[in-house]
């Protein structure tokens, strides 16, 4: 099984900055070879996609995030980072990491998140 663990959510103003991590473990030896992606549910919505990364490293962002956030990964750490500028309030959230495993007959696997939440 492959375990991901996201962190850094947390309290902060608008125009304010974070960084979510997401650590996997488990079954893998890398993440060299996995796409991965944050989403996102606001309470009352459903979950959106945020931004992935493939395993060949291009990416793709929501409209709505494009220019203020950037998703990255780290293999040697098996981690994944998405670092968020301009924070807004509609960004707060519930964040979550998700990778799809090859090796695992492309098994998708979820974190349990980490809440985002921006204050005026």
């Known amino acids: 099984q492959v375990q991901l663990v996201e962190s850094g959510g947390g309290l902060v103003q608008a125009g304010g900055s974070l960084r979510l991590s997401c650590a996997a473990s488990g079954n893998i030896f890398s993440i060299k070879n996995m796409a991965m992606g944050w989403y996102r549910q606001a309470p009352g919505k459903q979950r959106e996609r945020v931004s992935v990364?493939?395993?060949?490293?291009?990416?793709n962002y929501a409209e709505s995030v494009k220019g203020r956030f950037t998703i990255s990964k780290d293999n040697a750490k098996n981690t994944l980072y998405l670092q968020m500028n301009s924070l807004k309030p509609d960004d707060t959230a519930v964040y979550y990491c998700n990778a799809i495993v090859p090796g695992l007959g492309y098994l998708e696997v979820w974190g349990q998140g980490t809440l985002v939440t921006v204050s005026l």
């Open positions: 990364i493939t395993s060949g490293g291009s990416t």
